[in-house]
Nanobody, 116 residues
Framework: VQLQASGGGLVQPGGSLSLSCTGS????????IGWFRQAPGKGREGVAC????????YYADSVKGRFTISRSRAKNTVDLQMNMVKPEDTAVYYC??????????WGKGTLVTVSS
């Protein structure tokens, strides 16, 4: 079982980017799913999560008001819309079960680089 993140790339400060999380042989709809990131030289941190019933959503203070997490049950995806990005958002982004104590095998992640 593995969750795969995609959609990363190079984006200018203030720009937008949309990431998508898919599960191979894994129904995302059955779990609380989160987005995590790891910046160069730093540890992995939780960015946002959405509960299995979509009733609860959490955002880290660093992204609150700029990022939006959403779920598509039809597509079996959990997306992260990133707006007004900042250079400090540069990191490899991963998706996985939330919290970190119940994660499954980590995928390769997708690199987001915010730079002019």
């Amino acid at each position: 079982v593995q969750l795969q993140a995609s959609g990363g790339g190079l984006v200018q400060p203030g720009g937008s980017l949309s990431l998508s999380c898919t599960g191979s042989g894994f129904s995302l709809a059955d779990y609380t799913i989160g987005w995590f990131r790891q910046a160069p030289g730093k540890g992995r941190e939780g960015v946002a999560c959405i509960s299995e019933d979509d009733a609860s959503i959490y955002y880290a203070d660093s992204v609150k008001g700029r990022f939006t997490i959403s779920r598509s049950r039809a597509k079996n995806t959990v997306d992260l819309q990133m707006n007004m990005v900042k250079p400090e958002d540069t990191a490899v982004y991963y998706c996985n079960r939330w919290p970190s104590s119940v994660t499954v095998a980590w995928g390769k992640g997708t690199l987001v680089t915010v730079s002019s």
